[in-house]
């Protein structure tokens, strides 16, 4: 099968903290994987070099087979790259449809204004309708951004990336804050993505992301532990051990 992701040997360094080490993985196209880990792991950092938010101080991440370690973000969105943040990335008086605009721009050199309605070619049209679609947010193009609850908004930015037509999708925790019922409609979101997208997501719900993924990876302390599948992880001595050792050591 054709790779997705690919990371190689990936270090990312914060002066002489290594907040990660020599992480090699590989996802196949159209899988789902999970990155797990305590808190500190690396994984928002691992997610970072895979976007080029931060540069791998060494090693190198291929996208489809090709480098892009030396690419800003910008140049891997276009190859194909799209992201959530764990913060909101939200414009709130804005409409749903101008947010999605925005996410749009992006990617288009066309200029156009906000607020107006003019400027989305069919095409673009076409693919904020499918991204509001499968982000189940059809019907709320005129809505303010403010007035959405709270899955509602980390729904739009679901929407918001799927418009770019990502390739690969990187999720950073897509549930957290949200309530059981809206993590039920998140969780089948994620399940409706169409699988020639592969989605790679960082989420703390081991409950939520085991039974979303099909394979998952562990670090600790900026490396890589144990690789596995979702029914195997829970029962690893090596991610308990890290899972309670944290715990512990945080009690
Ligand atoms: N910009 C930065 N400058 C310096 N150190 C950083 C920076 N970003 C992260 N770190 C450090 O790198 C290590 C890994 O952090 P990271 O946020 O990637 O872990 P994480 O697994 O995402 O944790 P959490 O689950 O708490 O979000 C930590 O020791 C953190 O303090």
């Keep these: 099968m054709d790779d997705g992701l690919v990371?190689?040997?990936?270090?990312?360094?914060?002066?002489?903290?290594?907040?990660?080490?020599?992480?090699?993985?590989?996802?196949?196209?159209?899988?789902?994987?999970?990155?797990?880990?305590?808190?500190?792991?690396?994984?928002?950092?691992?997610?970072n070099a895979i976007t080029g938010v931060v540069r791998a101080s060494s090693g190198r991440v291929l996208l489809e087979g090709r480098d892009v370690t030396r690419l800003p973000v910008h140049a891997r969105a276009h190859r194909g790259m799209g992201r959530t943040f764990q913060i909101t990335n939200l414009f709130p008086r804005l409409t749903v449809m101008e947010n999605m605009r925005l996410a749009l721009r992006g990617l288009s050199p066309r200029r156009f204004s906000i607020l107006g309605r003019d400027g989305l070619?069919?095409?673009?049209?076409?693919?904020?309708?499918?991204?509001?679609?499968?982000?189940?947010?059809?019907?709320?193009?005129?809505?303010?951004?403010?007035?959405?609850?709270?899955?509602?908004?980390?729904?739009?930015?679901?929407?918001?990336?799927?418009?770019?037509?990502?390739?690969?999708?990187?999720?950073?925790?897509?549930?957290a804050g949200l309530s059981p019922s809206e993590r039920v409609i998140v969780s089948d979101i994620i399940r409706s993505l169409p699988r020639t997208m592969t989605v790679v997501l960082i989420e703390h719900d081991m409950d939520l992301v085991l039974s979303l993924v099909d394979w998952v990876t562990c670090l600790n302390n900026g490396r890589l532990l144990v690789e596995a599948a979702p029914d195997d992880i829970r029962t690893d001595p090596q991610v308990q051990e890290v899972y309670l050792g944290k715990a512990r050591h945080d009690a």
């Design 7 to 47: 990371l190689e040997e990936v270090g990312v360094r914060f002066g002489g903290l290594r907040a990660v080490e020599a992480v090699s993985i590989r996802v196949p196209a159209g899988q789902r994987r999970a990155i797990i880990g305590p808190n500190g792991a690396g994984k928002t950092t691992l997610f």
């Design 121 to 175: 070619d069919r095409e673009e049209a076409g693919r904020i309708e499918a991204a509001l679609a499968l982000s189940r947010l059809s019907g709320r193009l005129d809505q303010e951004v403010r007035a959405l609850s709270y899955g509602e908004q980390r729904q739009l930015e679901m929407a918001m990336a799927l418009a770019t037509r990502p390739r690969l999708l990187l999720l950073d925790e897509p549930a």
